[in-house]
């Protein structure tokens, strides 16, 4: 497999991971037909609105219990990047899911976009401008699940009451401060970024590759579908995430 021929002689490896990595693990995605928003109002997960509408709090916190409920695990593309970075041939991972399964599959330099809906955050009692303003605590979101059991409809921060959000970002919320920096600090130093299941649309993300190629790495993009980046790439493969990755690991490492 060319794909195969093109890692053999990396060494510094970057992934990039969009939502068809996690779809593959049975979680749903925002866009396709049964996805979240078939069952949600995206206008729901508006940061201003949740900081003005308890109602909307309440919503955000059952759909955080609904994405709890099931058993999510690591599928091949994830185990792929954890084994080649355990193998050393892998910088680690930018991703811009929310659902930890890179660090479950044993990835341990992972940065996240988006933030991770495994921790709240207290965002303050009246942040402006999509940016949360709290005192800094923050906890397992097991703390939030724990107090819905105990009967309160929207918790409260215990340091300072302001209120707690999942940490992620929302939409109209600023990402968390130096996340792209981070971000593209890895990428510029990858010999081959690996970018797979993302359509590469939603920026600052989908600038990324640029920030890759621009330092010397070689692109590769694994994806069901088109993406704007696909004429600069150096190989396109058109596959789902897992049954690409775990192959051409398996050929690699054995």
């Known amino acids: 497999m060319e794909l195969v ?3 053999r002689d990396a060494r510094a490896v970057v ?3 969009g939502a068809g990595v996690s779809t593959e693990s049975g979680i749903p995605d925002f866009r396709s037909p049964g996805g979240v928003w078939t069952r949600y109002d995206p206008r729901n997960f508006e ?3 949740y900081v003005t509408d308890p109602e909307v709090r309440a919503l955000s916190w059952e759909m955080r219990t609904e994405f709890f409920a099931e058993p999510w695990a690591p599928n091949r593309a994830h185990l792929a990047f954890a084994r080649l970075e355990d193998a050393g041939r892998c910088l680690g991972v930018v991703t811009q899911n929310i659902d930890g ?3 479950d599959a044993g990835s341990r330099t992972v940065v ?4 991770t809906a495994r921790r709240v955050m207290c965002i303050g009692h009246r942040p402006e401008y999509g940016t949360p303003a709290g005192c800094g605590w923050d906890a397992p979101h097991t703390w939030a699940f724990e107090r819905l059991d105990a009967g309160e409809a929207d918790p409260h921060c215990p340091r300072c009451e302001g209120l707690v959000k999942s940490s992620t970002v929302s939409f109209g919320q600023q990402l968390f ?4 920096d981070a971000a593209s600090d890895l990428v510029r130093r990858a010999d081959v970024l690996v970018v797979v299941g993302s359509s590469l649309q939603v920026y600052p993300a989908a600038a990324l590759p640029m920030d890759a190629i621009d330092a010397g790495a070689r692109l590769v993009i694994v994806n069901d579908e ?3 980046f696909d004429g600069v790439a150096d190989l396109v493969v058109r596959g789902r995430a897992g049954e690409v ?3 051409v690991v398996d050929a690699l490492l054995g």
């Open 101 to 103: 399964l890179h660090q």
């Open 245 to 247: 990755l775990g192959p």
């Open 112 to 115: 996240e976009l988006h933030g």
């Open 15 to 17: 992934g990039f991971t």
């Open 177 to 180: 401060p130096g996340v792209v």
């Open 47 to 49: 940061f201003d609105r």
């Open 226 to 228: 088109p993406t704007p």
């Open 5 to 7: 021929e093109l890692l």
